[in-house]
């Protein structure tokens, strides 16, 4: 198989089953169900996901199209928490659109074509390949975020979000074209190399700022958040589950291969960035979600507290921060996509629960929903034996492990504040049900995909909590991985270079 070919694989596979949903949708009659072709969407990306393993399964790094394609095992494993979120996604709103919207079909190819552009920044190791993924990955959210046609709120959120994440774009664009000016290279080695003779460095350092900030609007790190709750509280629940984490896990790819490979040169520089902007997202976040009575748009904060958690790694040092990054990364994924499967299937199409108050007796209700979303917030509290415990235990001690011991304490006080509106929404769960939560009577049961979906999310933020050592290998594997290949680019830059490089992950 051509290299080229078996590095974007999953992509292929996706574009492929992409296209062909939306060559079929049109072939069926406008009031007939749309359910073939998101089984066929999930088809796909479980193909893609097995595309995946294979890809890893070889044991080498694969390099294409002029080496701005670069698969490992770090790329892999973001390949693996973006396809499976989507996968549960699917799973979740198969049944969502059902007698409500005649073009559901194309919410399943958007899903597909956001998955490839979000796959193909995670291997990317070339700026502007990076903006071509970026673009179609952004493109599709911002259709998906109006999905619900006949909702103002539906349109108010994809305007929003469309216009500031064109300007945000446009800031990472110029700090691609900064980072040439001053290198000569937009590939990420080739800059790293660059930044060692650069007669510009100031220039440099700007296109490196320029460029945060365009990452920093797509991973919702204050001050760049301000278009999340908005956004968040208008779009259908199912994409936001998929907006808050897989968007996410491809932009901190991205970041982690920004900072650590190709402007390592600086970083006792952007660590004291990622400081403020860790303790800002953290605090502003917490502090926003406890002002907040809709659920979503409380979850819209903790979400840009959660990227501060994660921007905490970024301060460690580069094989610990990696790691950590990965490893938090794939626990968010599985527990916010989670929690936001499980009010996909309260709210359902029309949005019938959307305050804290509208969940009151939903432990009696309907208690296996109630269990779920309680395990989801425990998760994202960070009680023990839930996969976010572990993800923040890692984090923060790979902070202090580089001596940053005060952003570790201001992250654990924020979690101790993210305890009470969590536990808020909690407690509203298993509060008595009265005549005001009448509402939740009209819950629709659990379809069996649905139910397959939340099984998936809920396993994988258990075994992520009580057997964490195999992602915590793998994050590693990736984490060494990335940065044995760095070694090597720079070992082959310089002819004199005789350095053994290698590793061993059991």
Known sequence: ?????????????????????????????????????????????????????????????????????????FSVLFHYVIGAVVLVTLLGSLDYFEGNAS?????????????????????S???????????????????????????ATGSESSIKYFLLGSFATAFFLYGVALAFGATGSTDLYAVALGLQTTATPALAFTALALILIGLGFKVSAAPFHVWTPDVYQGAPAPVVGLMSTAPKAA??????????TGFPIYQHRWTVLMWVLAALSMTIGNLGALLQRDVKRMLAYSSIAHAGYLLVAFTAFPFDGIAAACFY?????????????????????????RTIDDFTGLGQKRPYLAALLSFFLLSLIGIPFTGGFFGKFYVFSA?????????????????????????????????????????????????????????????????????????VSFAEYASHSTLIEQGRQECAAHPDCHIQLQFDVR
């Not at 406008?30 to 990306?45: E, F, H, Q, V």
């Not at 073009?103 to 291997?123: D, I, T």
């Not at 932009?251 to 650590?260: D, E, N, W």
Request: proline content about 4%; aromatic content about 10%.
């Open 1 to 73: 198989m051509s290299p080229n070919v078996l590095a974007l694989l999953p992509e292929i596979i996706l574009t492929l089953t992409g296209v062909f949903i939306m060559m079929a949708e049109p072939c069926l009659a406008p009031n007939s169900s749309r359910k073939p072709l998101g089984w066929i969407a999930i088809a796909g990306t479980v193909g893609a996901l097995v595309a995946s393993w294979y890809q890893v399964s070889l044991g080498v790094t694969i390099h294409a199209f002029s080496n701005t394609i670069q698969v490992d095992a």
């Open 329 to 353: 990364t794939a626990t968010y994924a599985a527990m916010n996509v989670g929690a936001f499967a499980v009010i996909t299937q309260i709210s359902g199409y029309d949005e019938r629960a």
């Open 103 to 123: 073009h559901a079909g194309e919410y399943f190819a958007l899903l597909c074509f956001g998955a490839v552009g979000m796959m193909l920044m995670a291997s």
């Open 251 to 260: 932009a901190f790819a991205v970041l982690l291969r920004i900072t650590f």
């Open 125 to 151: 190791v070339e700026l502007l390949m990076v903006f071509v993924g970026l673009e179609i990955s952004s493109i599709s959210t911002y259709i998906l975020c109006g999905f619900r046609k006949g909702q």
């Open 399 to 471: 902070a202090i492990h580089n001596g940053n011991v005060w952003l570790a304490v201001i992250g654990l006080l924020n979690s101790g504040v993210a305890c009470f509106y969590y536990l808020r929404l909690l407690a509203a769960v298993y509060t008595k049900p009265g005549a005001e939560s009448a509402r939740l009577n009209q819950l629709r049961p659990i379809s069996i995909p649905a139910a397959v979906g939340l099984a998936l999310a809920a396993a994988a933020t258990l075994t992520l909590g009580i057997l964490p050592s195999g992602a």
